[in-house]
């Protein structure tokens, strides 16, 4: 199991991002740390693909090395725009044509399942649920896979998306979608959250029973 990036990680994070690259010996005397103790933390945020390594080749002597942010480590911080999300989906639920407002939310569930695909690479389905499972659980979405049965069901046990979800049932249909892309697999929302379930079931069409679906 992967783990998860720690409160005293997230200061290094947010320096990077202020900074630029950092040696090991500038984010010790910035953090008032060890240099130990940032090699570790360094060491830790690179196995989550946050930082990456570079050689710093100025002036003679032996080269240096700078830790940058990678994509997903610029994703992680300053990224908290809740308020300009809720905007942008209000103006997308004014859309008033059914058709228009349809193929819209067809090119963001196309957009988000591509931002993360490469991570859900998976040959079998329960694979694919498990990949996706710890996609989300990186972001602090717990996600579960039900193998249960016949064929696997994924589990979202608290919603990626609960403000928009509390006002608008469309972003679970956008979730549906996404979900059916990255898996493979057209998939129903069989339970959800909102209507008082324990979670929000995901189950491939062959075994869904009622069915949940948002209005598009």
């Not at 942010?69 to 997308?92: C, I, P, Y």
């Amino acid at each position: 199991m992967r783990s998860e990036v720690q409160t005293s990680d997230t200061m290094i994070l947010d320096l990077i991002r202020q900074v630029g690259p950092m040696s090991v010996s500038q984010l010790a005397e910035a953090m008032e740390v060890t240099a130990t103790a940032v090699r570790q933390r360094l060491s830790r945020l690179t196995r989550l693909g946050m930082i990456q390594r570079a050689v710093n080749k100025a002036g003679r002597g032996r080269p240096s090395h700078k830790y940058d942010l990678t994509e997903q480590g610029r994703r992680k911080t300053g990224s908290n725009f809740a308020d300009l999300t809720l905007a942008l989906w209000e103006e997308v639920r004014t859309i008033q044509d059914p058709e228009i407002r349809r193929g819209l939310l067809q090119r963001l569930s196309h957009r988000l399942a591509g931002m993360v695909s490469a991570q859900v690479q998976a040959q079998e389905l329960a694979g694919r649920m498990q990949q996706v499972a710890d996609v989300f659980g990186e972001r602090q979405v717990p996600f579960t896979v039900d193998r249960s049965r016949e064929l696997p069901v994924l589990q979202a046990l608290a919603c990626p998306y609960p403000d928009l979800a509390e006002k608008d049932r469309s972003i679970c249909s956008v979730e549906r979608m996404m979900f059916s892309e990255l898996l493979g697999e057209n998939v129903r929302l069989s339970e959800c959250r909102l209507d008082g379930g324990n979670c929000c079931r995901f189950e491939p069409s062959a075994t869904a029973g009622s069915t949940v679906e948002a209005a598009g």
